[in-house]
């Protein structure tokens, strides 16, 4: 089905699948036979199982909070955030071999992320500063800075879900995972996939989607986009 081009379509990969080369190998292959003219697509990240690993290291906490995100100590903040950009590199190299525009950004470069009082919050003009054209995919990591100045792990939906209250535009989430085989409406939620189930029995995604107002629908797809 063509998009229109006015259509923001925001793709979200949490921490599960991301160590699986053979899902970033699909996904690199898929964007690059997606036609990408007059489309504005967006690649959100979330922290996987290598910070998990830096956590554990330093003797903190791996356990998620009921928003899916991890605690990061504003101690081992700096170690957090070169695995993260580690991560960023890796990927965005991936969809550059494959011929995809690649852009990797921090969420909390240019002040295009931050947490106020714990509400993400973004910049303003965020879209003109994600795409300066609508061919580039930019890759963003779902972090941005607590006001102490440690790191914050934020769930890709989050991000999302702050990108969309900063847009005029019609917005389009796709849910990406391994696991995922079927594409739902909002109205058919209880009958998600086992990735959804999961965060929708935490009463995370519930609350969220329910205030997006301008979600027309809740896409949920496999990695073969």
């Known amino acids: 089905m063509k998009m229109p081009s006015n ?17 970033w190998d699909a996904m690199a292959r898929s964007l690059s036979r997606t036609n990408r003219e ?35 100590a504003l101690e081992i903040s ?14 965005s190299s991936r969809l550059t071999d494959e011929g995809v525009a690649a852009v990797g950004i921090m969420g909390f ?3 295009l992320f931050r947490s106020v009082h714990g509400e993400v919050v973004a ?30 792990d934020v769930h890709p939906i989050t991000m999302a879900r702050s990108m969309v209250h900063n847009m005029k535009e ?15 409406n909002l109205g058919d939620l209880e009958h998600g996939s086992h990735e959804l189930e999961e965060l929708v029995r935490k009463n995370t995604v519930s609350k969220l989607i329910k205030n997006v107002h301008n979600l027309s629908k809740w896409w949920i797809s496999g990695p073969a986009l």
């Not at 700096?78 to 990927?91: D, G, L, S």
Request: proline residues 4%; neutral net charge.
């Open 170 to 184: 019609e917005s389009r989430i796709t849910v990406i995972s391994q696991r995922v085989t079927r594409t739902l």
């Open 109 to 111: 470069e240019r002040g």
């Open 123 to 152: 910049k303003k003009g965020l879209k003109m500063a994600l795409w300066p054209a609508p061919a580039v995919v930019p890759v963003v990591m779902s972090v941005c800075t607590e006001e102490n100045g440690a790191m914050r």
């Open 7 to 23: 259509v923001v379509e925001i793709l979200l990969v949490d921490h599960r699948p991301q160590e699986d080369l053979m899902f």
């Open 78 to 91: 700096n170690e957090v955030e070169k695995t993260v950009r580690e991560a960023k590199k890796n990927i």
């Open 38 to 72: 007059g489309r504005w697509i967006c690649l959100i990240v979330g922290c996987d199982e290598k910070v998990e690993r830096v956590l554990a290291q330093n003797g903190q906490s791996t356990s998620r909070t009921e928003a899916d995100e991890l605690e990061i």
